[in-house]
């Protein structure tokens, strides 16, 4: 959105309305008949200036479809934003979608539990019972006091590379996109890079994303599709799917260098103060070797620094803990080996971010 007055204004009038009690969405007035985007019909005009009542919530439509909406005037692109009282949609969900809500409180319990901790962490096998279902099917198509507040500002979902592409800059072949890029007899073609080069050579009309996690390469017409390489990848049981190569952790993070079968080569930064959980890993050992900072390891019964340019060796089924034992962030390069070297090998026995449960 770049058009800060105009968005506004639009916040204005839907607040006006989720005081009413109304459950107000933000509609945008189309500008092409666009297939990537839901729609909203509305009905009649309330008492805020363009604001609406919500007639209907449309799927993403085919061309055909797109184009009559565009015509008549009575639909605007749903931007799956929305601007409620907690009491009005808590009331929604208990009306429309009790379902829903009862896992959802269950959460809510077990992290106000967790109030005195350090840290908060949602319990997987909770969040797990929690119904996956957008917003718009538990509630907003069922509910009576839905309203829409029709947006005259520029916007866009940045949902797809498609419209990540459409924020750059096109050259004189329609070439887009961001990083260090080569085109050589290429057209109408965005490329991502982050970490590398990337050069394109007698193709058009492709999108080629490069980052440390994956590669996809996708014609334009097929960018929809991309949900299914991450159903396939789930599918596998594939690590792509959940993970990032840089995962962030309440002590600092981790990024995954280089796997392969029996062997794991990470970067691990703990931040000042920060300190990994005492755990055990039952397939893997550990070799570390400090590449800035202070590190202070605890390996079985032992309590000892670690300094830069020092390396220390952590044996299979071995208690153990990494601490910053300095000002500045510590950082190290981890190799771990063994028969199985999944993130889920680990059993902690004490934490000072509340990760072991009583």
């Known amino acids: 959105i770049r058009d800060a007055a105009a968005f506004a204004t639009a916040v204005e009038g839907a607040a006006s ?49 797109a184009n009559n909406y565009v015509a008549t005037g009575r639909h605007v692109w749903n931007s799956g934003m ?10 929604a969900f208990a009306q ?33 019972a929690v119904p996956d279902i957008s917003i718009d099917y ?4 069922k509910a009576g006091n839905v309203a829409v507040v029709r947006g005259a500002f520029d916007w866009s979902d940045v949902g797809s590379w498609q419209a990540v592409s459409a924020l750059c800059e096109p050259d004189a072949e329609g070439n887009r996109g961001q990083g260090a890029r080569v085109a050589i007899s290429t057209r109408d ?41 991450v159903s396939e990848l789930k599918a596998r049981g594939h690590d792509a799917y959940k993970l990032h190569r840089t995962v962030a ?27 990994l959980s005492l755990q055990m890993h039952a397939h893997r ?46 950082v190290m390069i981890e190799v771990q080996c063994g028969d199985y070297v999944g993130e889920d090998d680990i059993v902690r026995f004490d934490d000072q971010y509340g990760r072991v449960k009583a």
Not at 82 to 91: D, G, N, V
Not at 138 to 141: G, L, P, Y
Not at 266 to 273: L, N, S
Request: with cysteine.
């Open 17 to 65: 309305l989720a005081r009413k009690g109304w459950l107000a969405t933000f509609g945008i007035v189309p500008t092409h008949p666009e297939t990537g985007y839901g729609y909203i019909r509305f009905a009649e005009a309330l008492d805020v200036a363009n604001t609406f009542r919500v007639d209907r919530f449309i799927e993403k439509p085919p061309l055909a479809d």
């Open 82 to 91: 929305f601007c409620f009282t907690p009491s009005a949609i808590l009331e």
């Open 96 to 128: 429309h979608s009790p379902a829903v809500l009862d896992p959802v409180r269950r959460v809510w319990q077990d992290l106000r539990s967790q109030a005195n901790s350090s840290m908060m962490e949602i319990d997987p096998a909770l969040f797990a």
């Open 138 to 141: 538990a509630v907003m198509e």
């Open 189 to 229: 073609t965005f490329v991502h890079a982050e970490d590398r080069v990337v050069a394109t050579v007698g193709v058009e009309n492709l999108v080629i994303v490069d980052t440390p996690d994956a590669v996809l390469v996708a014609h334009r017409d097929h960018l929809q599709r991309v949900r299914e390489v």
């Open 249 to 275: 952790r309440p002590w600092g993070a981790f990024t995954v260098l280089q796997e392969g079968p029996g062997f794991k080569i990470k970067r691990i930064e703990v931040k000042a103060g920060g300190a």
């Open 285 to 330: 050992s550990e070799h570390w070797v400090v590449v800035s900072g202070e590190a202070r390891v605890t390996n079985g019964e032992r309590v000892y620094s670690v300094q830069v340019n020092e390396s220390t060796f952590i044996p299979l089924k071995t208690r153990h803990r990494l601490e910053n034992a300095g000002a500045d962030p510590l």
